[in-house]
C-alpha cells in the first residue's frame, strides 16, 4: 500500500466516523502501524486536511478539504445566484457582490453592476481581508470558533479606516453579534465614506457557502433605507441557500 492510498483511506475512514478518531482507532481500523498512522495524520493536519481537538487529541476531517468541496460548486453556485443577484439590483440599483472564502481571506466570485454613477464594489476575483467590511465579518461569523481564533491569530489585523476593527475581543464579540443578528454591517472599515451590508448563504447543514452583500456611498445608506436594504439582501441570501440546498448541496 502506498503513501496516497494509506492517505486517502485515512480521509474515507473519517469521513464516515460520526465523531472524531484518535491514533490507536484508525490503527486498529486500517490495521496501519501507529507510527505511519501518527506520520500521516500528521502530515494531513500540516496541510488543513485533518484537524486535531485540542482536548481529545481525536482527529476529523481539515477545512482545507471543505475549501477544495466549496471549489467545485463555485461555478454552480454563480449559475444559481447571478438571478437572484440580477433581481437585487434592479430593485435596489446598487452593485451586487457574491463572495467566497480562500484560505484566510475572502474573495470576489461574482458581482452585479447598479446603475448609480457612484458605485462601491471589488472586481471578479478581488482578494480582502475577513476582518474587515462586511462580506468579511460575515464570511468569518460563520466559521467555528477554532477557525475564527486560527484566522485572528495568523492575520494582521490591518487599520484601513478609524472604524476598522482591529481589537481581537471587540472583533469576536462583533462576529458573535452578526452570527445572532444573521448579517453584517460595516460603516467605512476598509474605504470611508462607504457602507455595505452582507448576508449568508449556508448550506443544508449550516455551514458558509458564500456570502451576498451590497456596498455604496454611507449617504445612500441611511435609516429606513439602510433597513430596508438589510431585508433585502438577508432574503436574497435566503432564496439563494434554499436554490443552493435544491441544486447544489444535495449533490
Same mark, same amino acid.
Given at each position: 500500500?502506498?503513501?496516497?492510498?494509506?492517505?486517502?483511506?485515512?480521509?474515507?475512514?473519517?469521513?464516515?466516523?460520526?465523531?472524531?478518531?484518535?491514533?490507536?482507532?484508525?490503527?486498529?481500523?486500517?490495521?496501519?502501524?501507529?507510527?505511519?498512522?501518527?506520520?500521516?495524520?500528521?502530515?494531513?493536519?500540516?496541510?488543513?486536511?485533518?484537524?486535531?481537538?485540542?482536548?481529545?487529541?481525536?482527529?476529523?476531517?481539515?477545512?482545507?478539504?471543505?475549501?477544495?468541496?466549496?471549489?467545485?460548486?463555485?461555478?454552480?453556485?454563480?449559475?444559481?445566484?447571478?438571478?437572484?443577484? &440580477?433581481?437585487? !439590483?434592479?430593485?435596489? /440599483?446598487?452593485?451586487?457582490?457574491?463572495?467566497? @472564502?480562500? =484560505?484566510?481571506?475572502?474573495?470576489? $466570485?461574482?458581482?452585479?453592476?447598479?446603475?448609480?454613477?457612484?458605485?462601491?464594489?471589488?472586481?471578479?476575483?478581488?482578494?480582502?481581508?475577513?476582518?474587515?467590511?462586511?462580506?468579511?465579518?460575515?464570511?468569518?461569523?460563520?466559521?467555528?470558533?477554532?477557525?475564527?481564533?486560527?484566522?485572528?491569530?495568523?492575520?494582521?489585523?490591518?487599520?484601513?479606516?478609524?472604524?476598522?476593527?482591529?481589537?481581537?475581543?471587540?472583533?469576536?464579540?462583533?462576529?458573535?453579534?452578526?452570527?445572532?443578528?444573521?448579517?453584517?454591517?460595516?460603516?467605512? &472599515?476598509?474605504? !470611508?465614506?462607504?457602507? /455595505?451590508?452582507?448576508?449568508?448563504?449556508?448550506? @443544508?447543514? =449550516?455551514?458558509?457557502?458564500?456570502? $451576498?452583500?451590497?456596498?455604496?456611498?454611507?449617504?445612500?445608506?441611511?435609516?429606513?433605507?439602510?433597513?430596508?436594504?438589510?431585508?433585502?439582501?438577508?432574503?436574497?441570501?435566503?432564496?439563494?441557500?434554499?436554490?443552493?440546498?435544491?441544486?447544489?448541496?444535495?449533490?
Amino acid at each position: 500500500m502506498n503513501t496516497l492510498e494509506k492517505c486517502v483511506r485515512i480521509l474515507t475512514l473519517l469521513s464516515e466516523a460520526t465523531t472524531g478518531m484518535n491514533i490507536s482507532e484508525i490503527s486498529a481500523r486500517l490495521n496501519i502501524p501507529l507510527s505511519t498512522v501518527y506520520r500521516y495524520t500528521s502530515e494531513l493536519k500540516r496541510h488543513r486536511l485533518l484537524e486535531q481537538d485540542k482536548n481529545s487529541g481525536t482527529y476529523r476531517l481539515g477545512t482545507k478539504l471543505l475549501e477544495l468541496a466549496s471549489g467545485v460548486a463555485k461555478s454552480g453556485l454563480r449559475d444559481t445566484a447571478l438571478p437572484l443577484m &440580477e433581481q437585487l !439590483s434592479r430593485k435596489t /440599483g446598487e452593485t451586487v457582490i457574491l463572495s467566497g @472564502l480562500s =484560505g484566510h481571506k475572502g474573495i470576489c $466570485l461574482e458581482k452585479v453592476e447598479g446603475h448609480h454613477a457612484l458605485r462601491v464594489s471589488w472586481e471578479r476575483g478581488a482578494i480582502f481581508p475577513l476582518h474587515a467590511g462586511s462580506s468579511g465579518k460575515v464570511l468569518m461569523a460563520y466559521l467555528s470558533e477554532d477557525e475564527q481564533d486560527e484566522i485572528i491569530e495568523q492575520v494582521d489585523l490591518t487599520k484601513f479606516s478609524e472604524t476598522t476593527i482591529t481589537d481581537r475581543s471587540r472583533l469576536k464579540r462583533e462576529l458573535r453579534k452578526i452570527k445572532t443578528q444573521g448579517y453584517g454591517e460595516s460603516d467605512g &472599515e476598509v474605504i !470611508s465614506g462607504t457602507y /455595505g451590508i452582507g448576508a449568508p448563504i449556508l448550506s @443544508l447543514t =449550516g455551514r458558509i457557502i458564500a456570502v $451576498l452583500s451590497v456596498s455604496a456611498p454611507t449617504q445612500r445608506l441611511q435609516g429606513d433605507e439602510c433597513q430596508r436594504m438589510i431585508q433585502l439582501v438577508a432574503k436574497t441570501a435566503r432564496d439563494i441557500s434554499e436554490s443552493c440546498g435544491r441544486t447544489l448541496c444535495n449533490k
